[in-house]
């Protein structure tokens, strides 16, 4: 791969997803195991390197063992124990090699191979299948640049055994106890002729570093990315990606779905992942209070979602400021709530108007027909109230405090809280207790009362967990989703009765979709569904 340009590497990498795909399928396959030997001194017989596909019934010792630690870490932290190393890895900075938007490189911190190093996708997928075509070629351009680096390291041909480890193909669900990544164990120690031996103390006790790791990934991140034949590395230009014959052939061909949204002033707009869009509020120096703009904002690019088709889970945060958000921007909205020489009468006039197009803002969550999270850290004031209770699902930080703050500037809510908080807590009394005192109140007690459903150790943390339930959502049939949202919208807001009379109309127009028997198919293959946009 060293001297191999990106379009070959990602000719391999296409190869191995359509051999996964195929072999997953099969009822007695559980486990897939790739894998590349490259060099007589890890015992490959033929010069040139080589790779192999194991179809297994059983998932082998090692990828089993590393599931298991896992799970058991995401039973106890709720966490991808993957997503978290290789964020704390990201912070050190010592051990990564190189790295791209998809992928990262690193020696771990456990390694036993003098220049051993774990190659690890930067967002939380589970095996080959779920790379975009984008990632595809992100994955690649890492392995080409950590294999050019081993060359250059000794300048010789370097000697590796390496090996994908990801998401079995069990029929068990591996949402969060798997993380794609790729072990490299090369075995050249001092020089391109001496070998590291595992024995003595080694075999009988444990492995010895000949160099701390930090050392290895400081000699790696000196080595070169031309080769030292003078192979320079290829510009990065995106191809074609066909899919398998049995996936929809009108998927979504992976652009950044977040560019129609670079023009708004007071929102930035990312796409994380694949099908999910970041709304971050973004008036830092304001501590993102709600100033027309943002109004104006708001509502135009939920109303844009609702017609993308690309679109099919939104996350909200606070964005880059200490709080979530401090509510109405009382300097810019000053003079409206001012009483003045105005006549009443006409002021009133002009004032409904107003605060309709600013409950049509936070309204446009419920009518995008996408699931929206909203992750709140530090101060939600106000306004904020009336954002998160029309989001269908909200995470809090443990910094994170609440209140419904309008009755100390002398009005009562009037943006949706005093509307929607009861329907989402259920609790009349406490709703009122915080209407008329406009108290703060923290994230516990918001958990308690049920205005989140998950509290997160830190703002990084309750963002990334945020971005991860969307993701998974994304991964579901468009339609069924839509379908959930709306009709649990209805039923809210009507008796159960006409709830299900709604439902009984909604299926019975929503079931005649291709979703339903490409999710049946694919759960009888035990593979990851592909659904076509909206």
């Not at 392995?143 to 010789?156: G, H, I, P, Q, T």
């Not at 929102?267 to 992942?273: D, E, F, N, Q, V």
């Not at 516990?444 to 993701?471: C, H, M, P, R, Y």
Request: with cysteine; glycine share 6%; net charge negative.
């Amino acid at each position: 791969m060293a001297e191999m340009n990106i379009d070959e590497i990602l000719a391999v990498v296409e190869t191995w997803t359509r051999e996964y795909i195929e072999l997953s399928s099969k009822e007695y396959v559980n486990y897939i195991q790739i894998f590349e030997n490259k060099g007589s001194m890890v015992g490959c017989s033929n010069p040139h390197p080589h790779g192999q596909i194991w179809a297994l019934g059983d998932i082998p010792q090692e990828p089993s063992r590393e599931l298991s630690s896992m799970k058991k870490y995401y039973e106890q932290h709720q966490r991808c124990l993957l997503c978290d190393y290789v964020a704390l890895e990201k912070r050190d900075g010592a051990r990564i090699v190189c790295e791209n938007d998809s992928f990262v490189c690193l020696v771990p911190f456990w390694a036993v191979w003098p220049f051993e190093t774990l190659v690890v996708s930067n967002n939380h997928l589970g095996s080959l299948v779920d790379l975009n075509p984008v990632q595809q070629k992100d994955l690649a351009d890492a392995l080409r640049r950590v294999a050019c680096r081993y060359d250059n390291v000794f300048e010789s041909s370097f000697p590796y055994s390496m090996g994908i480890h990801g998401a079995p193909c069990d029929g068990q669900p591996h949402a969060y106890d798997c993380h794609l990544h790729i072990h490299f164990y090369p075995p050249l120690l001092r020089s391109a002729t001496i070998k590291k031996f595992l024995v003595g103390f080694e075999m009988m006790a444990e492995p010895q570093r000949d160099l701390t790791p930090e050392q290895a990934a400081e000699r790696l991140r000196g080595c070169s990315e031309i080769h030292y034949k003078g192979i320079s590395p290829p510009e990065m230009e995106l191809v074609d990606f066909q899919p398998n014959l049995q996936q929809p052939t009108n998927c979504l061909k992976m652009t950044d779905i977040a560019t129609p949204y670079a023009e708004f002033k007071t929102l930035r707009i990312t796409s994380p992942s694949e099908h999910v869009l970041h709304v971050e509020l973004n008036r830092p120096n304001q501590m993102n209070s709600m100033n027309p703009q943002f109004w104006q904002d708001f509502r135009d690019v939920f109303r844009r979602i609702r017609a993308d088709t690309n679109v099919r889970a939104v996350v909200i945060s606070g964005g880059e400021c200490r709080m979530f958000t401090a509510g109405l921007d009382l300097k810019a909205f000053g003079p409206t709530l001012a009483s003045g020489d105005a006549d009443p009468a006409r002021k009133a006039l002009n004032f409904i108007p107003l605060v309709h197009d600013m409950q049509e803002s936070f309204t446009a969550i419920e009518n995008c027909l996408r699931p929206v999270i909203v992750a709140v850290h530090g101060a939600c004031i106000g306004g904020g109230i009336d954002l998160i209770t029309a989001c269908d699902i909200r995470f809090a930080s443990k910094d994170a405090f609440f209140s419904v703050k309008e009755v100390d500037i002398g009005l009562a809510a009037d943006i949706g809280t005093l509307q929607r908080l009861p329907k989402v807590v259920g609790n009349d009394s406490w709703v009122r207790e915080l209407a008329f005192t406009g108290r703060n109140f923290g994230a516990a007690e918001a958990l308690q009362f049920g205005l989140v459903s998950k509290i997160v150790e830190n703002k990084q943390d309750l963002v990334a967990e945020a971005i991860k339930t969307a993701t998974f959502i994304a991964a579901k049939s468009p339609i069924a989703v839509v379908g959930t949202k709306q009709v649990l919208n209805y039923s809210r807001d009507h008796t159960t009765a006409e709830g299900l009379h709604y439902v009984q109309l909604w299926n019975a127009a929503m079931t005649n979709t291709q979703d339903v028997p490409i999710a049946i198919q694919a759960n009888l293959a035990k593979k990851k569904p592909v659904f076509p946009k909206l």
